[in-house]
């Protein structure tokens, strides 16, 4: 699936000003018989999301939903983005931007080399302090049930959860929160 991804992308990246999105997106994947509908849309989906930045900008902030036109937010974000290019930096350019009601905003790299750049500690510490020091930068999680875990695991430790991370080959933070299900004083005795 990621070698899928990866292909896709590099093929949007190089067709997409030729003959469209969804020309490029297809372009690689109709040799493939073993690939369904489902699993194109999918691997479109993972491509879109691998180039995403998610943010929330304060109500209180100067690009808070309302005070700026939209041009005004691209000029701003095109802005920061340019103080941090140099040599070693990929492009770092941006698809589409969408600012929600609620704060939330969403911005579309055009690769996802620039997306995974920016997501790197340093460079998103430079990248909001550039854009707005109230904004911040999320990640995509997702909820998961993890199964027979022993009872002595305590979720509120960071060390326990350090060591559940390197225990399974995760990377270093992929748990941002765990909790029981089933809170501890309504158990049963027995369990």
């Not at 080399?113 to 909001?128: N, P, Q």
Request: aromatic share 4%; with cysteine; glycine share 4%.
């Amino acid at each position: 699936m990621q070698s899928a991804v990866t292909s896709l992308t590099t093929q949007v990246k190089e067709s997409s000003q030729q003959s469209g999105y969804k020309a490029a997106l297809l372009s690689g994947l109709d040799n493939n018989p073993d690939l369904n509908s489902q699993t194109i849309q999918r691997a479109a989906r993972d491509a879109i999301k691998a180039r995403q930045i998610l943010m929330n900008i304060a109500p209180t902030s100067p690009l808070a939903p309302g005070k700026l036109t939209h041009e005004q937010l691209i000029t701003k974000i095109k802005a920061a983005l340019a103080s941090l290019a140099n040599e070693d930096s990929p492009e770092l350019d941006v698809k589409a931007i969408n600012q929600y009601r609620n704060g939330g905003m969403v911005i579309e790299m055009l690769t996802p080399e620039g997306a995974t750049y920016l997501k790197k500690k340093d460079i998103k510490e430079k990248f909001i302090e550039k854009l707005d020091p109230m904004a911040m930068m999320k990640d995509h999680t997702y909820p998961v049930v993890i199964q027979f875990i022993p009872l002595t695991f305590n979720p509120s430790s960071e060390d326990q959860l350090q060591k559940l991370e390197q225990e399974n080959s995760w990377e270093c933070g992929a748990i941002t929160l765990a909790r029981w299900i089933k809170p501890p004083e309504k158990r049963n005795d027995k369990q």
